[in-house]
């Protein structure tokens, strides 16, 4: 089994910053893609950054583009979200998820870690 514990969520201002961490053990971190996920209260679960095994290749979504940063520090087996330009939109519950291949569909996602509270307020 893959665990996989999310730290560094909190309250924070309108166009502030902050850095989310996901720690991996259990299983040989490089082999997974690692997802960020996020949920708001009433709204489905939305997918919000990916990263490669190697950490070379980044995607995120439309609403975070250019605002969020997606790492890894394979070595560290750690998963990082650095988050900048924070809007009220982007409180949410902050979920890391792992899989093999990457999928679209939350669902698919065996491995997650419990979720961090990011609030952003206005």
């Known amino acids: 089994q893959l665990q996989l514990v999310e730290s560094g969520g909190g309250l924070v201002q309108a166009g502030g910053s902050l850095r989310l961490s996901c720690a991996a053990s259990?299983?040989?971190?490089?082999?997974?893609?690692m997802v960020w996920f996020r949920q708001a209260p009433g709204k489905e679960r939305e997918y919000v950054a990916r990263?490669?095994?190697?950490?070379?290749?980044?995607y995120y979504a439309d609403s975070v583009k250019g605002r969020f940063t997606v790492s890894r520090d394979n070595a560290k087996n750690t998963l990082y979200l650095q988050m900048n330009s924070l809007k009220p939109e982007d409180t949410a519950v902050y979920y890391c998820?792992?899989?093999?291949?990457?999928?679209?569909?939350?669902?698919?996602?065996?491995?997650w870690g419990q979720g961090t509270q990011v609030t952003v307020s206005s």
């Open positions: 998820a792992a899989r093999g291949v990457y999928s679209a569909n939350p669902d698919d996602y065996t491995y």
């Open positions: 259990g299983r040989t971190f490089s082999n997974y893609v």
């Open positions: 990263i490669s095994w190697s950490g070379t290749m980044t």
